[in-house]
């Protein structure tokens, strides 16, 4: 199989917190994993690339400042969203490639509420 | 550019029918892959089939199939012996040129039932 697991799966916080999401893969390694972001009835949006050992490439409109990610080792990557204010409540989602292969495995989300 | 166009926000299908989820594509690019996941309502992305450019014969697993029309640059999911536990919204995904990244489509909310 190929199971990747987030945490938490539900968060809610104050405006100007910090808050971290784990993202592992349990059953394989991945050299690079993906953070998407979710609004409501809409389709994902790539945030940024993370790769184990290198500094995550982001897509245009996406501040690095504010959503930091780090891929320690092949099997976690992190997403940090800094100084979190209402508009970045959302639904995170991670996924990670194994190896070669085209297909990306999702963790389960996380819905983030910032207050 | 590369986009992935859904254009059924919605389909209903009653119990046991099958249904099939429209999805067409554009790249210039002759090696690309398609993908198709479901999500349900927790939120959860669920893999289900994968098509290569370069795939000779059309994708199945199990109750899912892509039916790949290459010239018209098609590629849509057929779910046989649909079960209510199928309601979802339903993803078609390309793997962009020359990287690993995915590029969505808008979804297609699936209903079925009894």
């Known amino acids: 199989g190929a199971v990747v697991s987030q945490h938490p799966s539900r968060v809610i916080c104050k405006s100007g917190t910090s808050v971290k999401i784990e993202c592992r893969s349990l059953d394989f390694q991945a050299t690079t994993m993906f953070w998407y972001r979710q609004f409501p009835k809409q389709s994902l949006m790539l945030m940024a690339t993370s790769n184990e050992g290198s500094k995550a490439t982001y897509e245009q409109g996406v501040e690095k400042d504010k959503f930091l990610i780090n891929h320690a080792s092949l099997t976690l990557s992190t997403l940090t969203v800094t100084s979190a204010h209402p508009e970045d409540s959302s639904f995170y989602i991670c996924?990670?490639?194994?190896?070669?292969?085209?297909?990306?495995?999702f963790g389960p989300g996380t819905r983030l509420t910032v207050l | 550019a590369q986009k992935i166009t859904q254009t059924q926000p919605g389909m209903f299908v009653q119990e046991k029918e099958a249904v099939t989820l429209d999805c067409t594509y554009d790249?210039?690019?002759?090696?690309?892959?398609l993908f198709w996941y479901k999500q349900p309502s927790s939120g959860e992305m669920i893999f289900l089939i994968y098509q290569g450019s370069y795939d000779q014969q059309n994708a199945t697993e199990g109750r899912y199939s892509l039916n790949f029309q290459k010239a018209r640059k098609s590629a849509n999911l057929v779910i046989s012996a649909s079960q209510l536990g199928d309601s979802a919204m339903y993803f078609c995904a390309m793997r962009e040129k020359g990287t690993d990244k995915l590029i969505f489509g808008t979804g297609t909310r699936l209903q079925v039932f009894p």
């Open positions: 790249t210039s690019d002759p090696s690309y892959g």
């Open positions: 996924s990670a490639k194994r190896g070669l292969s085209d297909t990306q495995y």
